[in-house]
């Protein structure tokens, strides 16, 4: 059986959260382990061709109408409470194969601490519908990403120097361990 050509698009300019493109990852409660992130799109962003092929994909897939309880990918980021979700649209992209990571250059990214969740990226995509266990929907499937500039990470954490940005080590003591670190040398 010859495997289905989808139409792919290139992404609108997105913010990248939760990435595991270099590491597939089980989703909670699943056993298979999947390549994916989530795509971060300012509201008001133009989403029109990802929108259009999710509306083409579905009426393919559903000619009289969309049942009810169809799951959809885009969804509203102020309903998040994570950090750079508010005032959004996100959607979560994935693939059993491991995209290609280009850098802004179009060199392959290696390295993982390089595309992080806060960057910005596009990505090549396509849509397809679902059923699984009763339910119906329709998802967006990663192909490849190209990071386009870095950002503000979202970590969910403060920073080893927002923690210890009120201490103060007084001189001497900076000095005196100087001092024992080159008789160890």
């Known amino acids: 059986m010859a495997k289905k050509d989808f139409e792919k698009i290139i992404t609108p300019v997105f913010r990248v959260s939760f990435p595991q493109v270099f590491q597939p990852k089980a989703a909670p409660g699943s ?6 992130l989530v795509m971060i799109f300012k509201k008001g962003e133009d989403l029109s061709v990802l929108k259009d092929l999710i509306k083409k994909v579905v009426k393919e897939a559903y000619p009289d109408g969309i049942p009810e309880g ?17 005032d959004t649209i996100y959607c979560t992209a994935s693939s059993m194969q491991q995209p290609g990571v280009l850098d802004e250059t179009k060199q392959p990214i290696i390295n993982p601490i390089e595309f992080y969740a806060g960057c910005y990226a596009i990505a090549t995509v396509n849509v397809y519908t679902w059923k699984y266990m009763g339910k119906q929907g329709v998802s967006i499937g990663l ?8 950002g503000e990470p979202l970590t ?6 927002a923690d210890f940005s009120e201490i103060v ?13 080159s008789i160890l040398g």
């Open 31 to 36: 056993e298979k382990e999947k390549y994916s």
């Open 169 to 181: 080590v007084p001189e001497e003591e900076v000095a005196d361990k100087g001092d024992e670190l």
């Open 143 to 150: 192909q490849n990403l190209m990071k386009i500039d870095d």
């Open 70 to 86: 169809f799951h959809t990918p885009l969804k509203d980021g102020n309903e998040k409470e994570y950090d750079g979700y508010k």
């Open 156 to 161: 969910g954490g403060a920073s080893a120097e």
